[in-house]
């Protein structure tokens, strides 16, 4: 009975052996294998009862281990990969799971030398089946990288069917609900197999950083299908700041990306992996490989602005940047809350603190712009400055982020507990220097009327700017009402300094030759005026207009009276004095319509 079961087993490996392709003469190899079943054919009872047994067991023992041995080396020594057939690949991890379990009950008895020795041959044949499960677990992320056709993604052409796992490297996303799901569940349930297996073998740091590995190249291909030019810290100090500009504006829509879309999606893709592993360390340190790169890039390029030139032109981009990664920071504080990721969110913190000092710097950069901007000439027909359209447009721009200026300029906090924001006071700080600078410049102006005419015009520019909007709010009404003052007085100088020494020619009771000479003399003055004003500057409509009306409701009362006088005099018979009288009222109001030039 014995010899017909060996001829069975044996006529059962030949048949095996012409099944599986090869030549009938394996059977004597396959026979091997099939001599540690027993009847029932499970092998792994038989493997577990002669560890349990002592003595004469360790022959079934060393028998049992020889055909693991021969079965898993088959299939490590093949060139193809093994998960390239799904028989292959479920056979291999049964073998795999059976070695461990029997390395796992050898420890167990480890004094005994017999079976130290078999645990010695076991855990060599297990480094032997770790080494390739790691090249398996990296064809497997491969082939199903393969799967994405780059050049179909950015072909332009809708695409009513397109899937997630396409959206990575596509059209741009507005819809940042949305995760990612590039491995299908199939390719998924194999990683996570091989990785359960790996970190049962005491590889998982191994499992780790070939998934990070791909996972980082994926990362990296989708960023830069974003158009960004990955520029080091010493390129960002190089580059142009209009380039940068444009730069900024990509970093801002990439990190969002990468923040809400990319690193949620490969959280949750870590998760199913290396889901159902006795230690999360193996999941949270994939997951920092696979971020840190990606975040240092990006945190580097934020740095390197912060570190840069402070000149006030460049305060709108890094406010953008400033608010972008204070955004930022709760994502972080989300996706990154295990110890492996805390460094990059520490320093996510440390460069929004750099941005906020970066800002700061900036202010006082424009402090020291407006002081290196002395008075050299006279502004041509005393109209707006140009220091004056740049601080106000520079201050009023700053204002639509006044929750983060309060914030940065704010960063000491405000212990007094008075009302006002150190926001609002450093901008009246700075119009203070800006009106200062104003005055200097004035007295490059020869001409007394001019000098007020500038100080108003550029006074009306900055109320104007200060009206009804963001600055406004943070001057108050008290500076409002102040300024508004100070032009009122500009615009009564400006009066009093031109035109009060011209009507006072018309204010006399002389005799009526001195009325005659007066009346000579005011025409000529009067002309002379009109000349001169009409090639001044006033920009804003309603100032022209306001100055146009209170010079004629100054000359016109003078002149009719004056001139009601002179036909009242006595000397004058008939239309002798006519001649005398070069304008009527309205003839001079006519020629005041005529002062100041829009531009």
């Not at 048949?15 to 091997?32: E, V, W, Y």
């Not at 480094?127 to 072909?155: C, I, K, N, W």
């Not at 930022?328 to 460069?351: D, G, Q, W």
Request: hydrophobic share 40%; aromatic share 8%.
């Amino acid at each position: 009975m014995a010899e017909a079961g060996d001829e069975n087993l044996f006529a059962a490996a030949r048949d095996i052996a012409r099944a599986l392709g090869k030549d009938p003469s394996a059977a004597g190899d396959i026979l091997q294998i099939l001599s540690g079943y027993g009847a029932t054919g499970n092998t792994s009872s038989n493997s577990r009862a002669s560890v349990s047994h002592g003595g004469g067991a360790n022959l079934n023992l060393d028998r049992s281990l020889n055909s693991l041995e021969q079965q898993i080396s088959s299939y490590i020594v093949e060139d193809r990969p093994i998960w390239s057939d799904p028989v292959d690949s479920r056979n291999f991890l049964d073998a795999v799971d059976e070695l461990i379990a029997m390395a796992g009950e050898l420890r167990s008895m480890a004094g005994d030398k017999s079976v130290a020795i078999c645990l010695s041959r076991a855990d060599e044949l297990i480094q032997q089946v770790m080494f390739r499960l790691q090249e398996e677990f990296g064809y497997v992320m491969d082939r199903a990288s393969e799967t994405f056709d780059s050049d179909d993604e950015f072909s332009g052409e809708e695409d009513n069917d397109i899937s997630y796992d396409q959206v990575i490297v596509a059209r741009p996303v507005t819809d940042y609900k949305i995760v990612i799901e590039p491995l299908q569940s199939s390719v998924i349930g194999d990683l996570n197999a091989i990785a359960v297996r790996m970190v049962s073998g005491g590889f998982g740091k191994e499992c780790s950083r070939v998934y990070s590995s791909r996972r980082r190249e994926f990362l990296e291909e989708s960023l830069s299908r974003l158009h960004l030019r990955g520029l080091s810290m010493e390129e960002v100090q190089e580059t142009p700041w209009q380039d940068l500009e444009d730069e900024i504006d990509r970093w801002i829509k990439a990190v969002t990306m990468v923040f809400r879309v990319f690193f949620p999606s490969e959280r949750l893709l870590c998760d199913r992996v290396f889901s159902d592993l006795p230690v999360s360390s193996v999941t949270d340190l994939s997951f920092m490989e696979v971020c840190r790169g990606t975040t240092t890039q990006l945190l580097n390029f934020a740095d390197a602005i912060a570190l840069g030139s402070r000149l006030p032109e460049r305060m709108f981009k890094v406010m953008d940047l400033y608010e972008a990664v204070e955004d930022l920071i709760p994502r972080m504080e989300t996706l990154f809350f295990n110890k492996y990721c805390s460094p990059m969110k520490h320093e996510a913190v440390a460069i929004h603190k750099r941005l906020g000092e970066a800002v700061r710097g900036i202010f006082m950069e424009l402090e020291n712009l407006i002081r290196r901007d002395p008075p050299k000439t006279a502004f041509p027909g005393g109209g707006i400055h140009p220091i004056t359209r740049y601080v106000m447009n520079y201050l009023r721009a700053a204002c639509k982020s006044r929750q983060s200026l309060e914030q940065i300029l704010d960063h000491s906090g405000n212990d007094a507990g008075s009302e006002t924001r150190p926001l609002s006071v450093q901008i009246i700080w700075v119009l203070e220097l800006l009106e200062s600078n104003l005055e200097g410049k004035k007295r490059t102006y020869r001409d007394p009327p001019l000098c007020f005419l500038f100080m108003m015009n550029n006074g009306k520019y900055i109320l104007d700017k200060a009206t009804d909007n963001e600055l406004g709010s943070v001057l108050g009404e008290d500076w409002i009402v102040k300024h508004a003052a100070k032009l009122r007085q500009y615009h009564s100088n400006f009066l009093r300094s031109s035109w009060n020494q011209v009507v006072a020619l018309l204010r006399t009771e002389s005799p009526y030759p001195k009325l005659i000479e007066n009346l000579k003399l005011f025409k000529a003055r009067f002309d002379e005026v009109c000349l001169m004003q009409s090639q001044w500057i006033v920009t804003d409509e309603q100032l022209r207009e306001e100055l146009r009306s209170s010079t004629a409701g100054i000359v016109s009362p003078a002149y009719s009276s004056f001139v009601g006088r002179l036909k009242a005099s006595p000397e004058i018979n008939g239309r002798r004095g006519e001649p005398f009288i070069a304008y009527t009222v309205e003839d001079l109001e006519l020629r005041i319509k005529g002062l100041f030039k829009e531009r």
